[in-house]
C-alpha cells in the first residue's frame, strides 16, 4: 500500500506565500503523475497543478503563473510552491499520486488534504 503525508498548509494574508508537501512511502515501485487539487466546501475536487515523472507540468488557468509544482523522485514528493496567493485560493489542497507497487498494482492515492486561508 501507498501512503501520503501532506504538510504545509496554514492562514496567510493576500500576497502571501506557502509551500504544500507531499510525501508518498510504503511499498512503491514508481510513481507516474503527481498533482495537487483543491476542493471548497460545496464545491467539485479541482486540478490545481500536475506534474509527470518526466518533469511535465500543466497548470489550471487560474494559476496566473503564482503557482509552481515540483517533485524529488528520490525522495517521492511533490510540492506546490504558492505565491501571491488570493482569497479565492482558501481550500483545502489534496495531493494525488499515481503509484506502481512492488506487487506491480497501480493504485491512485489520495493524501489527507491539508487547509489554506488566505485572508484579504
Known amino acids: 500500500q501507498v501512503q501520503l503525508a501532506e504538510s504545509g498548509g496554514g492562514l496567510v494574508q493576500a500576497g502571501g506565500s506557502l509551500r504544500l508537501s507531499c510525501a508518498a512511502s510504503?511499498?512503491?515501485?514508481?510513481?507516474?503523475?503527481m498533482a495537487w487539487y483543491r476542493q471548497v466546501s460545496g464545491k467539485q475536487r479541482e486540478l490545481v497543478a500536475a506534474i509527470t515523472r518526466g518533469l511535465t507540468t500543466n497548470y489550471a488557468d487560474f494559476v496566473e503563473g503564482r503557482f509552481f509544482i515540483a517533485r524529488d523522485n528520490a525522495k517521492n514528493t511533490v510540492y506546490l510552491q504558492m505565491n501571491s496567493l488570493k482569497p479565492e485560493d482558501t481550500a483545502v489542497y489534496y495531493c494525488?499520486?499515481?503509484?506502481?507497487?512492488?506487487?506491480?498494482?497501480?493504485?491512485?492515492?489520495w493524501g489527507q488534504g491539508t487547509q489554506v486561508t488566505v485572508s484579504s
Open positions: 510504503g511499498s512503491i515501485f514508481s510513481i507516474n503523475n
Open positions: 494525488n499520486v499515481d503509484a506502481v507497487t512492488y506487487a506491480y498494482t497501480r493504485e491512485q492515492c
